[in-house]
């Protein structure tokens, strides 16, 4: 997840959904969008090898924790995130 450097708003920056990403012998796996205000800002992602890993329960649990963490990378952590975004170099810097 990157920052624009327009606003404040994390971008995913593949073109592929996470959705149709798994590891290698996912068996089980459970999406959660992380939003704010109805805007997707994010996924909870949780796969497992194992088919019948996790449940229902599991589900209500992810979307609680996204739902928080949503908050959290929008509120107080969203210095943390700028913060961390400024001490990684840009590729573009990489390179030179």
Do not use: C, Q, W
Not at 12 to 32: F, I, S
Not at 42 to 49: A, T
Not at 73 to 91: D, F, H, M
């Amino acid at each position: 997840m990157s920052l624009d450097k327009h606003s404040s708003s994390p971008l995913l920056e593949t073109a592929v959904h996470p959705a149709h990403v798994a590891v290698p012998g996912t068996r089980k796996k459970v999406l959660v969008a992380m939003k704010i205000a109805g805007r997707e800002i994010g996924f909870l992602n949780v796969e497992s090898e194992r088919e019948n890993a996790l449940g229902p329960e599991d589900r209500v649990l992810l979307e609680s924790v996204a739902d928080l963490l949503a908050r959290f990378l929008t509120g107080p952590g969203k210095y943390l995130v700028l913060k961390a975004a400024k001490s990684v170099p840009s590729p573009k810097a990489a390179a030179a």
